[in-house]
């Protein structure tokens, strides 16, 4: 059997899909692997993976590109051009090709509310150097997406404890 570089997509409506990315980066930063995780929605709010992504600052690259949540949005403009600025940003880290993995966090919400051709990822990740992994998360992915990953995982909610009325939790949620 021949190795090369995978895309792996986490999509779907249940929890979880960051945290699976996330799991995978540590898996590769064991190895001595690098990776840069850009997350494409969350905004400047302290929250645990940036803290984690500290402590292994000589591997991890961790940019957070966002404004926060997009369909909270009180200029969508801006957050039209920061997700097209951070889309280049992301195809300029591929095309350095000084990572092993590449984790593009809540992507698909960029190609779900158009300001990214679904295409154009598709494409990116097609010419990306055959050694290199990459992961997008987020929910909606589009058919195109699922047929180029080379591994879908759909998270599928079962049960949430927002829906009982208990609040995002420090070191589960964020």
């Known amino acids: 059997m021949k190795t090369r570089g995978l895309f792996l997509l986490f999509t779907g409506n249940g929890k979880g899909k960051t945290t699976a990315a996330l799991g995978l980066a ?53 957050d039209i051009a920061l997700a097209r600025e951070a889309w280049r940003f992301a195809r300029a880290t591929i095309a350095e090709n000084r990572h092993q993995l590449v984790i593009l966090d809540e992507l698909t919400y960029l190609v779900s509310y158009g300001m990214i051709p679904e ?27 699922i047929e180029a990953a080379d591994l879908v995982t759909e998270m599928r909610e079962v049960k949430h404890p927002y829906s009982r009325g208990i609040k995002a939790q420090r070191g589960i949620e964020f």
Not at 56 to 64: A, E, I, P, Q, Y
Not at 126 to 137: C, D, E, G, Y
């Open 26 to 78: 540590f898996r590769a930063l064991g190895h001595g692997q690098r990776v840069a995780m850009i997350q494409f929605i969350k905004g400047s709010w302290k929250y645990g993976e940036l803290e984690s992504a500290k402590r292994f600052s000589d591997l991890l690259d961790f940019h957070v590109m966002g404004r926060g949540f997009t369909w909270k949005s009180d200029d969508l403009d801006r």
């Open 119 to 145: 295409q154009e990822v598709i494409d990116t990740l097609a010419s990306r150097p055959p050694a290199m992994h990459v992961v997008i998360t987020g929910r909606g992915a589009g058919q195109g997406l």
